[in-house]
């Protein structure tokens, strides 16, 4: 026997952890002691169940037959009865396809009833014996002996399915509160990054955010803390999968209501949502009260709530128009920061066309087309603009183009004919900067300079000396073996006179 304390402090503890009800344990518990009596003391086919107390601990296991009759089941026949002969393992393998062809025309049949099996069911005559009332699919319940001794491998069974229904009470569990919570800001920790996609722990469950969910440009490191939006909660075979966002447009309302009070009790209003995440967005907000400034209430004093939001979105830019019914200046002010003088609009087919001073078409556009694209996203409305010259837009872009274009072919052109100037003057310019640089050392080095100089003088002059001398003896035409040779010839007539002399005065004597 277990303490009956210390198995309801884990029950409890579970419950509170897990967030699985009380009942769906024990109920756990109760299916996994049957799976036990099952695999020690059961027969195949045989359906049983066991009934747990948690407050005393003991547990009862019954039989459950159901009642059939000849309409709802086939009797064993003679072939049903009779044994399969043995086959050797070569026609086993031949036969295999066969056989699984036989039991797929088998299930598809329709007409086809379960066999009879008395371990599972009860004839409806038998039962009506036992009790007067019972109807046809009815249970039976049979009570079975108690047992206390399980095997190893029983208990190894009671164990997995333990396991495996707690998990699956978890998995509903936490489908069912995630599912509720689709569309709110959730606020997790990194644990991983594999191919792309960043996993966030997100208390009872992980998230899942994938490449193109993120903001481009922002990096994430493992253990830092996060905020997503929960656009969709999936349930798969591997668990509940919490698909979250940073790129969505919602995710930008959800921040301004955590931000601004007014937004999260509805007295400002986002009427609607044009971003690019990472980039650039822009809100147009609406105030049902005349005495809240919808703009000044997002921005907050001294920008503090827009400011927490662009940090938290990687210095996103945020701009914030007033929205207004009337179409003309709803798209008027979604242009901003251009100034827009006129603005014709068609709302049959939601088109628009705005005139805009000459100098600000490009602002009006915005780089890329930026401004241009959020300001149709932000209305709903197709939008032409024009300048105040009868420039359009299309024509502004095309300049632009063609002048950064003329501009790279005549540098280029102008390049080949005047490669040796340019050469002579870039020449020119880095040995004016090396003088001054050899100006400014001087200037710091004083006399060291001085003495380089003297030095360098004076090795000059001794190489010109050397050179003068080569030059001398190579136009004389000796070269220093010649003069070694007439030096040892000297010395040998010298020697020759000498001896000479000697033996004439030895003759004399």
Known sequence: MFDIKVFNSALSQLEEERGISREKILEAIAQAVAAAY?????????????????????????????????????????????????????????????????????????????????????????????????????????????????????????????????????????????????????SGVIQRMERGNVFIDIARATGIMPYEEQIPGEHYRQGARVKAYIYDVVETPRGVSIRLSRTHPEFLRELFAVEAPEVANETVEIKSIAREPGNRSKIAVHSIDDHVDPIGACVGQRGVRVSTIMNELAGEKIDIILWNEDPAEFVAAALSPAKVIDTEVNEEKKYAKVIVPADQMSLAIGKGGQNARLAVKLTGWNIDIEGEDGTTEGEVLDEMHVDSDSVETESVKNEAPEESENKEGRALENAIEGAMDDDGEEMENGDDTTNSAETESTEEEEIHDEESEQGVSDEEGTSPEDVEDAVAEEEEMGEEENDEKDSEEEEKS
Do not use: C, W
């Open 38 to 186: 099952k695999k020690d003391y059961g027969k195949k086919d045989q359906i049983v169940r066991a009934d747990f107390d948690p407050e005393t601990g003991t547990v009862s296991f019954e039989q459950v037959k159901i009642v059939v009759d000849e309409s709802t089941v086939r009797m064993p026949s003679e072939e049903d009865e009779e044994a399969v002969p043995p086959v050797s393992a070569s026609e086993h393998v031949r036969g295999a396809d066969s056989a699984k062809a036989n039991t797929i025309e088998e299930e598809e049949k329709e007409d086809v009833l379960p066999l009879f099996n008395p371990e599972r069911h009860i004839m409806i005559e038998d039962a009506k014996r036992i009790k007067k009332d019972v109807a046809l699919d009815d249970e039976m319940i049979f009570p079975l002996e108690t047992k206390e001794d399980y095997g190893r491998i029983a208990a190894q069974t009671a164990k997995q399915v333990i396991i495996q229904k707690i998990r699956e009470a978890e998995k509903e569990s936490v489908l069912d509160e995630y599912a509720d919570r689709k569309g709110e800001v959730v």
